[in-house]
T-cell receptor, first 113, second 116 residues
Framework: SQKIEQNSEALNIQEGKTATLTCNYT??????LQWYRQDPGRGPVFLLL?????KEKRKERLKVTFDTTLKQSLFHITASQPADSATYLC????????????FGAGTRLAVHP | DGGITQSPKYLFRKEGQNVTLSCEQN?????MYWYRQDPGQGLRLIYY???????QKGDIAEGYSVSREKKESFPLTVTSAQKNPTAFYLC???????????????FGDGTRLSIL
């Protein structure tokens, strides 16, 4: 069956450290993968998109990698801050064509001062 | 400011009642989407629309209906046939560029629906 999985346990880290979140998928061949941030009671906010032919993408303190062999994407936040505390969702486009996304359940990140 | 507005923020439904959730966008996006979010689960697609006067069922369309009479608006009706409607409902929009579309989705801040 097709699945997209994120670690359901919250990730707790100390301020200033690098947070690494994982997104694994099975039985998909996504054309691209996206990461979103969601705060409690709010809608998700788009952060980064990475295509299947890209290994890595960066934006300020954020870095995303995409390994189509391992069927995995890693999302890194360097020099983390308490304001980075939120739930992070990965989403993939299961096929080329229109913009239909499959979302993971998200991983909650808590950055402690 | 461009964005997506969902209303109301909280909604209560009585047994046997249909309720309609509003979604309006001023981003000039062609594509719009409705998702349902339950605790511990990913967003699940209810309906989506690529263009005005056209929409398709998503993965969990049963008990829901939509219309797309205007580009800016994509209301969702939760009918009495939806037996477990309690959830957080999210509306989103994106630029629709056809077969090469890979655009991010822009979300509203959701409507939380509960049963009375």
């Amino acid at each position: 069956s097709q699945k997209i999985e994120q670690n359901s346990e919250a990730l707790n880290i100390q301020e200033g450290k690098t947070a690494t979140l994982t997104c694994n998928y099975t039985n998909y061949s996504p054309a691209y993968l996206q990461w979103y941030r969601q705060d409690p009671g709010r809608g998700p906010v788009f952060l980064l998109l990475i295509r299947e032919n890209e290994k890595e993408k960066r934006k300020e303190r954020l870095k995303v990698t995409f390994d189509t062999t391992l069927k995995q994407s890693l999302f890194h936040i360097t020099a983390s801050q308490p304001a980075d505390s939120a739930t992070y969702l990965c989403a993939l486009a299961p096929q080329r064509g229109y913009n239909k996304l499959i979302f993971g359940a998200g991983t909650r990140l808590a950055v402690h001062p | 400011d461009g964005g997506i507005t969902q209303s109301p923020k909280y909604l209560f439904r009585k047994e046997g009642q249909n309720v309609t959730l509003s979604c309006e966008q001023n981003l000039n996006h062609d594509a719009m989407y409705w998702y349902r979010q339950d605790p511990g689960q990913g967003l699940r697609l209810i309906y989506y629309s690529q263009i005005v006067n056209d929409f398709q069922k998503g993965d969990i369309a049963e008990g829901y209906s939509v219309s797309r009479e205007k580009k800016e608006s994509f209301p969702l009706t939760v009918t009495s046939a939806q037996k477990n409607p309690t959830a957080f409902y999210l509306c989103a929009s994106s630029i629709n560029q056809g077969l090469s579309s890979n655009q991010p989705q822009h979300f509203g801040d959701g409507t939380r629906l509960s049963i009375l």
